[in-house]
């Protein structure tokens, strides 16, 4: 069984930035993706990227391009967002999701614990 | 505002059957691209619900059950129970943005 493991919760300054790690465990040597989504609170589901960390090749929405970096370590198995110039706006629970290999719909089937990150002067 | 529409809430008396449907276009489930639904209970990370050609993970019920036409998908939910009440979201593919995956904006469904 695939579980991921989260960082624990950041409080954040405007115009700083966050690193969240996702630690994986269960899953096989095969091109799987970790796929990153967030949630602001009250609001629904919101698509950032992924990565496929066996080869290290990310994807990002447009809304994120240029402020979120994600990248993965192959030996512990970690995956990380990096998210900067941090607004109020981007205050939210951060999940990280297992993809399995090889499809079009980078959708979610296993998901992290979410970490909130909070943006407040 | 999402290249996919939901309805914000549905609502079923238990044991009724209800419809969650997905609206999009022909950049993404007009163009044959995969439509998957998620569950989501307050305070707690969704759940992966209906994947794929009317797949299920392990656990999901055969109640849910997903049908797909145009540029239109639906989410049904028959023999409606309590723990049913929830939030939904379906993901698909659209060909007009970059990256791999957007939602719908979320349905409220609640159980009378």
């Known amino acids: 069984q695939v579980q991921l493991v989260q960082s624990g919760a950041e409080v954040k300054k405007p115009g700083s930035s966050v690193k969240v790690s996702c630690k994986a465990s269960?899953?096989?040597?095969?091109?799987?993706?970790i796929t990153w989504v967030r949630q602001a609170p009250g609001q629904g589901l919101e698509w950032m990227g992924g990565?496929?960390?066996?080869?290290?090749?990310?994807n990002y929405a447009q809304k994120f391009q240029g402020r979120v970096t994600l990248t993965a370590d192959k030996s512990t198995s970690t995956a990380y967002m990096e998210l900067s110039s941090l607004r109020s706006d981007d205050t939210a629970v951060y999940y990280c999701?297992?993809?399995?290999?090889?499809?079009?719909?980078?959708?979610?089937?296993?998901w992290g614990q979410g970490t909130l990150v909070t943006v407040s002067s | 505002q999402s290249v996919l529409t939901q309805p914000p809430s549905v609502s079923g008396a238990p044991g009724q059957r209800v419809t969650i449907s997905c609206t999009g276009s022909?950049?993404?489930?007009?163009?044959?691209?995969?439509v998957h639904w998620y569950q989501q209970v307050p305070g707690t990370a969704p759940k992966l619900l209906v994947y794929?050609?009317?797949d299920r993970p392990s656990g999901v019920p055969d109640r849910f059950s997903v049908s797909k036409s145009g540029t239109s998908a639906s989410l049904a939910i028959t023999g409606l129970q309590a723990e049913d009440e929830a939030e939904y979201y379906c993901?698909?593919?659209?060909?007009?943005?970059?990256?791999?995956?957007?939602f719908g904006g979320g349905t409220k469904l609640t159980v009378l």
């Open positions: 794929g050609n009317n």
């Open positions: 999701a297992y993809t399995p290999p090889n499809t079009i719909v980078w959708y979610a089937v296993y």
């Open positions: 993901q698909s593919y659209d060909s007009s943005l970059s990256g791999s995956g957007v």
């Open positions: 022909s950049s993404n489930i007009g163009a044959g691209y995969d």
């Open positions: 269960g899953v096989s040597f095969t091109s799987y993706a």
């Open positions: 990565i496929i960390p066996i080869f290290g090749t990310a």
